[in-house]
């Protein structure tokens, strides 16, 4: 253990006092100085407890510092290092050889699995508890080790994906320990289960979807059946609305159809609630909620014409004001006005497979860095939606014809019910190429033919390849960027060189109509539209190139 008062500081003059070689002295010292101007303050002025050190040293984006992710994982090897000399931490690399028990458990395992148990079984090894032996308490002292006492960053994260791998094989791989890790779930629950509520208001629920499906003939159904992830989302809507009555003080067995969630006082109750849970305003949430009940209310329950018409004022006061883009989606695209975040932007796949390209010692980590570098390589190049990206398949979606590769995602996949059919440049497939080659397969349960391989064989949930595309954007550009944000990072790169030719940036993002991009973006090349303007009046005035007056006072 430290003592309270240790700092960095302490660690230079431990690293100065060893008999080391020089360069790893050097090397040594050289980590402790980067790791604390990374941190905004003196060695000396940097406390010396490791969990809070990790803490910090996670939230530090190297890249937006100049350094590379290889050399920042290399200052925080190093540091551990020096660490060691004045408190007891467990090793960034586990090096006691796996026991011949465990051996014979994990050997027959995908090799995804045995990267995240790795060091788990080389843990329990090196503290001689057998597989016949282990208990939870040693399952958790795994955890505390790797939390507590370790410099490596995000063991939250492992320690997760070790319990989810571990709780697996509990139930499929014989001779497994039979002891189940309990799994803390950290998210705010605003929607339950349907079993919290009646039988009969599931039922009442699925026979209308059953309706807005085609799947009954009913003269007040759709003219058009609804997709299948359409009636997903109103199976949810549902579900959320019942889920926020009872947040209101509603009792669940009270809620017994969809009759108790669309009349007139419960709808009020419902969209107070959903347009303020949780620490902001959800407009559009509540809007589209809404309309969802409005819906019902009209077509599956009858209510009165007086009732209705309120029912229609409410959702009309919660319609957004402003069509287009919202406003928080303008000030994130004014980053791009910048053509030094352009490049930046537009290099990031290279930059991320050059991290790993070329590793002897492939990790899943790396693997999913390959991975990401090819999702948005594929998002600059084909600005798709996030469903069909993370369900991209490789026999279904990418096809080849001579030294072409072509996206093709047909109607019924897509959102607008219009098919995708867009090629990809050279560059992109042969990215595509590489990840498949090296990095795939370390990504993948069992034999899939998904391009991001998920849980059980099938895609990466959207949700998940988001997540994890937002926050390695933002870690190396250090702008908030989701997936969706890159069809309109698309839309105006293009309008901001050919201003006013919509019609092609709506086959781009395969709208149904020329009008759905102009609601959209008219207005998004206006500094580009000024600068032409600008630039033709400098023309007129034969000053093109040159500067006049003063500059604008600061």
Not at 130 to 144: G, Q, T
Not at 480 to 490: C, D, E, S
Not at 517 to 537: D, F
């Amino acid at each position: 253990m430290t003592s309270p008062e240790a700092t960095l500081a302490d660690l230079l003059t431990a690293v100065a006092g060893t008999d080391w070689s020089a360069t790893r002295k050097r090397d040594c010292a050289s980590a402790i100085r980067t790791a604390a101007k990374a941190l905004g303050a003196a060695p000396g002025d940097i406390p010396l407890n490791v969990k809070l050190l990790r803490r910090r040293l996670d939230e530090v984006a190297p890249e937006s510092l100049g350094m590379s992710r290889l050399r920042w994982n290399n200052v925080r090897a190093l540091l551990n290092r020096a660490i060691e000399l004045k408190a007891k931490v467990m090793p960034s690399a586990q090096q006691d050889p796996v026991s011949p028990s465990w051996q014979a458990l994990a050997e027959p395992l995908p090799r995804s699995n045995w990267y995240r148990l790795s060091a788990l079984l080389r843990f329990m090894s090196g503290r001689g508890v057998e597989p016949s032996d282990v208990a939870l308490a040693d399952l958790e002292a795994f955890r505390d080790a790797i939390i507590e006492n370790r410099l490596r960053s995000t063991p939250e994260k492992t320690w997760d994906g070790v319990v989810w791998c571990w709780n697996r094989l509990v139930g499929e791989v014989a001779g497994w320990p039979q002891i189940v890790i309990p799994r803390e779930d950290k998210r705010t629950v605003y929607v339950l289960p349907w079993d919290m509520f009646p039988p009969s208001l599931k039922a009442d629920v699925y026979a209308y979807l059953k309706i807005l499906g085609g799947e009954i003939i009913d003269e007040d159904g759709p003219l058009r059946a609804l997709r299948p992830s359409t009636l997903a989302n109103r199976d949810y809507q549902m579900r959320a609305a019942a889920s926020a009555l009872v947040a209101a003080g509603v009792a669940a067995n009270t809620i017994c159809t969809i009759g108790d969630l669309v009349r007139l006082e419960p709808i009020k109750l419902i969209l107070e609630h959903v347009l303020h849970r949780g620490d902001g305003v959800h407009r559009a949430g509540a809007f589209n909620m809404a309309n969802t009940l409005l819906a019902a209310a009209k077509h599956w329950v009858k209510v009165d014409d007086d009732d209705l018409t309120k029912i229609r004022k409410i959702a009309a006061r919660l319609s957004p004001m402003s069509t287009g883009l919202t406003e928080k989606n303008r000030r994130r695209l004014m980053h791009f006005n910048d053509p030094d975040v352009v490049q930046r932007f537009l290099g990031l796949p290279q930059r991320l497979a050059g991290e790993v390209r070329g590793s002897t010692h492939k990790t899943v980590v790396d693997a999913v860095t390959a991975q990401l570098a090819v999702a948005i390589a594929i998002l600059q190049a084909v600005p798709i939606r996030i469903q069909n990206l993370s369900s991209l398949d490789l026999e279904q979606h990418l096809v080849e014809r001579g030294n072409r590769v072509y996206v093709l995602i047909p109607g019924e996949e897509v959102k607008n019910g219009r098919p995708y059919q867009l090629e990809l440049p050279g560059e992109v497939a042969d990215l595509i190429a590489w990840y498949c080659m090296d990095y795939r397969d370390l990504l993948a349960e069992v034999p899939t033919t998904a391009l991001f391989p998920g849980e059980q064989g099938g895609p990466k949930k959207p949700s998940t390849l988001g997540v994890q595309i937002t926050k390695r954007v933002q870690a190396y550009l250090g702008l908030p960027v989701n997936p969706h944000l890159f069809r309109h990072i698309a839309a105006k790169l293009y309008l901001d060189r050919r201003p006013g030719e919509y019609a092609l940036v709506s086959r781009l993002l395969n709208h149904k109509s020329v009008a759905t991009t102009m609601r959209a973006y008219t207005g998004t090349e206006s500094v580009s539209a000024a600068r032409h303007y600008q630039n033709l009046v400098q023309d007129l005035r034969g000053t093109s190139g040159k500067s006049v007056g003063k500059k604008v006072a600061r």
